[in-house]
């Protein structure tokens, strides 16, 4: 199945948001050595807000912000605060290349709780893609032979992450960039505020620096491109996508860590392929209703959801972002679970 330009943008701000954030494990795991989890996480998450800033203030806030005040504070809470504490608790204690492997859990769990909670349909090849990863992780867990200590931080981790992706993929009040601000800064405030309270020392200018650097790469513009994407894509899909992260990290974890090559690790990379392709063939077409909706994301006006007018002429096929309206309408056509796309499925939908 041939893909648009307007469907290969969203892939690639995924994939790329997957390369950062996975080198940012083994770069963390440098740090972990002389600062604690809150502290580094503090230090992380305030970088992620610094290098989005000037974006975030240029945006302007959407219609709609109070119902979605809720959704942002969980993001923060379990993405920002939860999230990182938990997986540099375990890096603190595993290989970087090891805690790489653990975090595609995220993607199980996103899934999960996207079905469950959130009312995302998946279809036959998405749960198959799923179940690839499952096995792929499995195979992978093998060959890491860390504590289950280690382990059970990761999950926990994995989990509030997939509550984060979830909610963030909901938000259309607020642009990508300010979602990430507010994440990085009331996060970041949070456990810097803890650290420092709870744990010994101080960070040196060089470990400083280099948490500031690697928070505003691997999880700010990370970030960034992750919530632009996921608008688009859908919590589960963009998770799979996102899920290459830890191919990045397993790479630089050889190459910068000298951390040693398994054989179960090298197994593992053909069955991540595998789902990704499953996700990319994963489609499913039915009539349906959109209600009238007043947002904002990135959009663009050759998608069949965005005929809305200009006062300057935008070209069809430019990425824009602004507050927008949508009139009802009734179709059917291929579709994921976007921003556009979260009605219900009381017939069984084509795969």
């Not at 996103?110 to 279809?123: D, I, P, S």
């Not at 990370?222 to 688009?232: K, N, P, T």
């Not at 996508?241 to 054989?263: D, H, M, R, T």
């Amino acid at each position: 199945m041939t893909l648009t330009s307007a469907e290969r943008a969203p892939l690639l701000w995924c994939l790329l948001a997957a390369a950062l954030f996975g080198a940012s494990t083994p770069a963390a795991k440098l740090l972990t050595n002389t600062l604690g989890p809150f502290l580094l996480s503090g230090i992380l998450y305030l970088g992620a807000a610094a290098a989005v800033c000037p974006w975030a203030l240029r945006a302007r806030v959407g219609a709609g912000i109070h119902r979605h005040r809720l959704r942002l504070a969980g993001a923060v809470l379990f993405g920002g605060v939860v999230g990182p504490v938990c997986l540099l608790k375990g890096l603190a204690t595993a290989t970087a290349g090891s805690v790489s492997l653990w975090l595609t859990l995220e993607t199980v769990a996103t899934a999960v709780l996207a079905r469950l909670f959130f009312k995302e349909h998946l279809a036959l090849r998405t749960w198959a893609a799923v179940a690839v990863m499952v096995g792929a992780s499995a195979v992978l867990s093998s060959g890491t032979p860390q504590g289950g200590v280690a382990v059970a931080w990761v999950a926990v981790a994995c989990v509030a992450w997939g509550l984060d992706n979830n909610l963030t993929a909901l938000i259309d009040a607020y642009s990508p960039a300010q979602i990430t601000f507010a994440k990085g800064a009331a996060a970041g405030a949070v456990n810097l505020g803890l650290g420092l309270w709870f744990e010994p020392g101080l960070p040196t200018a060089w470990t400083l620096g280099l948490g500031l650097v690697v928070g505003a790469l691997g999880y700010g513009a990370s970030l960034l491109l992750y919530v632009a994407a996921a608008q688009h894509l859908g919590a589960t899909r963009s998770q799979l996508l996102f899920s290459s992260a830890p191919l990045w990290g397993l790479l630089l974890a050889w190459l910068a860590l000298a951390e040693p090559i398994l054989w179960a690790q090298l197994a593992a990379v053909p069955l991540m392929g595998l789902a990704l392709w499953l996700w990319q063939r994963e489609r499913h077409e039915h009539f349906h209703v959109h209600v009238p909706v007043t947002h904002r994301h990135w959009h663009r006006h050759d998608d069949g959801h965005h005929g809305h007018e200009h006062e300057t002429v935008v070209p069809a096929g430019r990425w824009h972002s602004h507050e927008h309206h949508h009139e009802a309408i009734e179709h059917a056509h291929t579709h994921r679970p976007d921003l556009h796309h979260r009605h219900a499925h009381p017939t069984k939908a084509k795969p």
